[in-house]
Each structure stands twice: as C-alpha cells, then as structure tokens.
C-alpha cells in the first residue's frame, strides 16, 4: 500500500505546467490578483475536496417525488455533497468571471477555467452543475429580457450558497440523442405570454435545478432544429417565486460516473416557460450554452488526465519493484512522462480557447472548441485507464481513487456531442473556411516561437493544408470518413505550436524543461511521427523525465 499523502500536498504549487503556461495566457496583474485564490483552492482540493468527492460519489442521491417546495419533485443529497456546493460558492470556483478581480471589471476566463481546473482533479460530480450553472447565467445574460435576467442571474452568480441559484441544459430526448433536431417537446401559448411545455427529457443532469434552458417546437414551426425556440423554465415563477408546477421526475439514472450529480428521465407537464430566442434562433442561442460546456469538458479532461498522471508520478516515488522504485524503471517512467506530455498539451490548448474567450475572438474559438473538446475527452479516458494500470492491482480497487478517475472519465467523450459529432463540426468549418483564424494563430506563434521548432511544425501546417485540400475534392463519405483524422491531426498541430510558442517564452529555469515537452510533443504526435517520434520520446524521458515530472515536488 501507498503511504499517506503528504500534508504539504497543494495542487497549484506543484503543477509545474500550470504554473509555466498560465502567465503566457493572462496579465501579469490579473494573475497576481487571482493567486491567493488558486493558492487557497490548490491547497483545499487533496485535502478537503478529495474526501468530500469520494463520500458523494459513495452516497448517492435519492428521488425524493414531491418532497421540494410547493410538492415539487426533488432529489435528496448527502451531506458531502451540500460541501461541495457551499465550497465551490464560496471560492468562486464557477462564478469568478462574473465578479471584479483586481482593477478589471470581470475576471478572465483563464483565471476562471484554472480554477474548475484544480477542483475537478478531486471532483468531477458537482463539476458538472456548476458549469451548467455558468452556462445558464451566460445565455440568460444575452437572450433573456431585463426582468427575467434580473430574476435569474443574480442569483446564479452570487458567492453565497444561501439562496444560490443552479441552472441545468435539458436537451437528449429518447428519439433524437445528438440529433437534436428530432426534439419532441411542444410549446402551446398561454394567454399571458408564457408557454405550457408538454414532453420528456431522457437525461436530465443536475435534474434539480432551480433554472432549466430547453428546447421546444411551436406550433406550426418546421421540422428540424429551425423548428426549436429556446425557453427558460424557472422552478420559482417571477414575480412572488411561486413553485412552477408540471416538472415530474420519473426516475434517477443509475450512471457509471459522476453519480454524486442528480439526473433523471424528466417529463413536463403543462410546465410554465418562457420563451428566449424563437425558432430560427432557439438552437442557435443554445448552441452557445453548448459551447460553453464543450470548454467546461475540456477543462474536466484536463483535470482529469492531470490527477491520473499525479497518482502514477506518485505511485512511482513510493512504490519498488526489482531492486529500484519505479519512478527509475525506465518504462514506468516513459508512461509517465508521456501523459506528462499530452496533459501539457491539452492544457495549453485549453488556456488559449479561455485567451480566445476573454479577447472576443470568436472564429477562432469556435475551431476551438470541437477540437479541444474530443481531443482531451479521449485523453481523459486513456489516462485514467493509464492510471489504472500504473498502480497494478491497487488501481483496480475503489479505496485508491483511480476506479472513480476513469469511470467519472468515461461521460467525458460522451457529453455535449460525441467525439463522431465534433469531428463533423471541424469537416463543416473546414468546408466554410473556418479554420483560417486556426491556421492563422498558429502561423502567428511560430513567428514567435523557437527556430527548429517552428520550421518543422511550419512544415506539418502546410501539409495539413494540402491534405485538407485533397480531402475537400473527395466525395462526401470519404470526407466525412476523413473528419476524425483532419480534427485530431489539427488538435495535435496546435497543440505542439502552442508548446513551442511558450518554450521560447519560459523562464530561464524551466526553460529546458518546456523546450523538452514540446520537442517530445511534436515528434510523437505530429505527422509523420511513428517509430522516429517514439524513439525521441523514449530519449527524452531518459534525458529529462525527472525534470518533465517536477522530481523535487513533494508528494
């Protein structure tokens, strides 16, 4: 067995990673204002947050039929889970930018995503109401008029936890799943304005939610997503926060992960809503609270590939096998530095979309967002199996938290569109020319980034614009066939040009170190890799795997 974890452990301290990348992606000023609270959360996360995780995820919820407010159906919570929301509140940990930081009147999204960052590396059940909860107050903010904003958004983002409000998507129906233009759901007028929905949601997350963002079809709309409206269903009606009756729980889903996290098979009943966008605009308004939880996914994938590598670097240091601990086995440490590596990718990818978020750069974000969001969702699950397998027999059993790491994994590829669905998103901005802003930004951070590095990744860009070429006079099924490798052969390229963009501007004491990721990144990853990138990979984790793992970190 592993000893006890050190009481010094902070996670924010020792993520060299994390520590390197994030001053390249926000302002000096911004990160100094934000620290005390990453410091405070780093430190919180193995030592409250992780305990806390593992009895939610122990103790799950319970149906609870007409046991809320005015005979609401509910759903009852333990304890550990009631900290976790109070917590999560109280340190910001999804609201952030909603509130001043230093001089600015918001905080950044990057400040915002590290710190979802530090709290889903030890929960990953309440990650996804609280992002859902962000979403909500994100779309509400833009689509719903003053008085409903005013009802709902204050509430969403306040610190308190007394009063606090949470907001859910509700959007897979039995029918339809991705295909989300077979929705069911109708919405007849009421005489005041409102709408009566009438239908059901398959899988209902964080089903207890105070407020709930759905799609309905009006009558006479036309078949299809231009058919949806997009509506607000409150579960306390404005303006005497009356119980919005017709919200019926069926059941509770009996999940593989995040089962500290409520989700029901839920059916409204004549249910009171409000209309935020109308038909030709519904699915497109929603659709930004979609993106939204496409980069929440990403940040938990991240997260997640992150702790997974944590528990191996640490089983390493703790644990011997023929004669040497295996951080010195030369395999057990090219696994490791590996994950090291990929994680270091995936989290730069991921600071640049919050960077492309936070400076209003919407056609690169949105090239983005599939890429990030199936790339490190597929991580998350092969490190969390890699963590498994790291630890031998003990990663199989549910008193080391690596079980939890890869069942709470495996939702990740599947949530807000399967990995299948981002890439056919990636070939449609491809057919529009909407990845230029991508091939654009890369080509602006190789201008910047160092000379043997950028010329070899300035090559891979410019065949991946010959391959794209190629594949657009293709037939349709050969392009769609085509879709996976054009996104993942995207996501690694920028993910490698990000690496070597921030290895030119990595301080002089990580400066080897960065350098040494991103070449490994670029010849494992980047075509034509193969046998060449695996041997520079396997030199490199002999040369400098102590240093990539952060050797003089406790544990």
């Known amino acids: 067995m592993m000893g006890p974890r050190s009481p010094d452990e902070d996670w924010f301290a020792d993520d060299v990673a994390l520590r390197t990348l994030l001053p390249l992606f926000t302002s000096p000023e911004a990160l100094k204002a934000a620290e005390p609270r990453l410091a405070a959360l780093g430190r919180l996360a193995p030592r409250e947050l992780d305990a806390l995780g593992r009895e939610a995820d122990r103790k799950r919820p319970v149906l609870a039929p007409g046991a809320g407010p005015g005979g609401q159906d509910t759903a009852r919570y333990d304890a550990s889970y009631r900290t976790l929301q109070r917590l999560a509140r109280e340190h910001r940990v999804f609201t952030l930018s909603w509130h001043p930081l230093g001089e600015a009147a918001r905080a950044p999204r990057t400040l915002h995503f590290a710190l979802g960052y530090l709290f889903a590396q030890a929960e990953a059940g309440y990650y996804c109401p609280g992002c859902m909860t962000d979403g909500a107050a994100w779309v509400l903010d833009r689509h719903a008029s003053a008085g409903l904003r005013d009802w709902t958004v204050p509430r969403l983002v306040q610190d308190a936890p007394e009063g606090a409000w949470e907001g859910a998507m509700l959007l897979t129906e039995r029918a339809g799943g991705s295909d989300v233009g077979q929705t069911a759901t109708q919405a007849e007028p009421n005489a005041d304005g409102t709408f009566a929905l009438h239908g059901e949601k398959w899988f209902a997350s964080n089903c207890t939610a105070e407020v709930i963002l759905t799609l309905a079809r009006l009558p006479g709309a036309p078949a299809g997503t231009d058919g949806l409206g997009l509506f607000l269903v409150p579960r306390f009606l404005p303006p005497a926060g009356e119980p919005n009756h017709g919200i019926r729980l069926r059941s509770l889903k009996d999940k593989l992960g995040v089962t500290s996290m409520a989700t029901a098979e839920l059916e409204f009943q004549g249910t009171t809503a409000f209309l935020l966008a109308p038909p030709g605009r519904g699915f497109k308004a929603m ?10 996914n990403a940040v938990a994938s991240v997260a997640g590939t992150r702790r997974a590598l944590r528990e191996g670097v640490r089983n390493g240091r703790v644990r011997s096998a023929f004669g040497k601990p295996l951080e010195e086995q030369p395999l057990y440490r090219l696994a490791c530095v590996r994950l090291a590596v990929e994680a270091e990718g995936a989290l730069a990818v991921v600071l640049e979309a919050a960077r492309a978020m936070d400076a209003d750069e919407r056609d690169l974000l949105r090239a983005l967002t599939p890429l990030a969001k199936a790339c490190t969702a597929k991580l998350a699950v092969r490190a969390a199996s890699e963590a498994c397998e790291m630890l031998g027999g ?19 590829p599947i949530w807000e569109g399967t990995t299948n669905i981002q890439a056919l998103d990636v070939l449609r901005l491809a057919r529009k020319d909407g990845l230029a802003a991508l091939h654009a930004r890369a080509q602006a951070l190789l201008a910047q980034a160092q000379p043997a590095l950028a010329a070899d990744l300035a090559h891979a860009w410019r065949g991946l614009a010959e391959e794209m070429l190629a594949t657009s006079r293709e037939p349709p099924e050969l392009q769609e066939s085509a879709a996976l490798r054009l996104l993942e052969q995207h996501y690694h390229a920028f993910a490698a040009t990000l690496l070597a963009w921030a290895a030119a501007r990595a301080s002089p004491d990580q400066r080897a170190r960065s350098t040494a990721v991103a070449e490994a990144y670029a010849a494992l990853l980047v075509a034509p890799a193969g046998i060449a990138g695996q ?21």
């Open 394 to 412: 003990n990663g199989y059993v549910e008193q080391w938290v690596t079980p939890r790491l890869l069942r709470d994994a495996q939702v990740l």
């Open 287 to 296: 659709a930004e609270m979609v993106n939204m939880s496409r980069l929440y």
């Open 535 to 555: 041997r520079a990979l396997e030199r490199i984790a002999v040369s400098h795997g102590r240093r990539i793992l952060g050797r003089d970190q406790p544990i």
